[in-house]
């Protein structure tokens, strides 16, 4: 089984619209955490946002929110006021604290496209 | 404030050459990792290292090799070149894992590498 499932390849959303991008996990983990990372047309992985699986509320940064809903194991990414410049590859990713190391499990990304 | 750099920023190679992508990375981080990426697809970890002299496999190690002789720096090595290591690679580094739960990985800008 997929350790970190992305379901929409693809979106599409207006100008100042919000967006929701899905991700589902499965872990056995007790602590874990949670990551999102745009991945512009340029290529460079830029990080958003990062929730805590202790983490009590969700996580914000800006127009980035989280929709943590630990019991369904999913991680969703908010997006508010949509941008031109939001249109990109978002990828969801894992880390397990497994004891002795820290290693990220990526999905396969969505690719988010904003018109105007 | 260079962050983790990677050279060359595209190659390309015929097949059975050998290679070796350099990483570095400027912020004392103890971890650093290799990833590839193949068109429309996340990422995959190839190999990490948790800190000088010690490196470990990850999802895809096959056709590649690192060293860690230094905190700084992370070259992966590819040393009989085929069309299927044909990717985008990244390298990134994070703080050692008990210091800094919620910090996210630091990449790159990546390595186009093209095998012939």
């Known amino acids: 089984a997929q350790k970190i499932t992305q379901t929409q390849p693809g979106m599409f959303v207006q100008e100042k619209e919000a967006v929701t991008l899905d991700c589902t996990y499965d872990?056995?983990?007790?602590?874990?955490?949670l990551f999102w990372y745009k991945q512009p047309s340029s290529g460079e992985m830029i990080f958003l946002i990062y929730?805590?699986?202790?983490?009590?509320q969700n996580a914000t940064e800006g127009r980035y929110s989280l929709n943590f809903q630990k019991a369904r194991k999913s991680a969703n990414l908010v997006i508010s006021a949509s941008q031109l410049g939001d249109s990109a590859m978002y990828f969801c990713?894992?880390?397990?604290?497994?004891?002795?190391?820290?290693?990220?499990?990526f999905g396969k990304g969505t690719m988010l496209l904003v018109s105007p | 404030n260079a962050g983790v750099t990677q050279t060359p920023k595209f190659r390309i190679l015929k097949i059975g050459q050998s290679m070796t992508l350099q990483c570095t990375q400027d912020?004392?981080?103890?971890?650093m990792y290799w990833y590839r990426q193949d068109p429309g697809m996340g990422l995959k970890l190839i190999y990490y290292?948790?800190?000088?002299?010690?490196?470990d496999k990850g999802e895809v190690p096959n056709g590649y090799n690192v060293s860690r002789s230094t905190t700084e720096d992370f070259p992966l090595r590819l040393e009989l070149a085929a069309p299927s290591q044909t990717s985008v690679y990244f390298c990134?580094?994070?703080?050692?894992?008990?210091?800094?739960?919620?910090?996210?990985?630091?990449f790159g800008d990546g390595t186009r590498l093209s095998i012939l």
């Open positions: 990134a580094s994070s703080p050692v894992k008990a210091r800094a739960r919620n910090q996210p990985q630091h």
């Open positions: 872990t056995s983990d007790q602590s874990y955490g």
């Open positions: 929730q805590g699986s202790y983490d009590e």
């Open positions: 990713a894992m880390r397990e604290e497994t004891p002795g190391y820290s290693t990220l499990t």
């Open positions: 912020m004392n981080h103890n971890y």
């Open positions: 290292s948790v800190g000088a002299g010690i490196t």
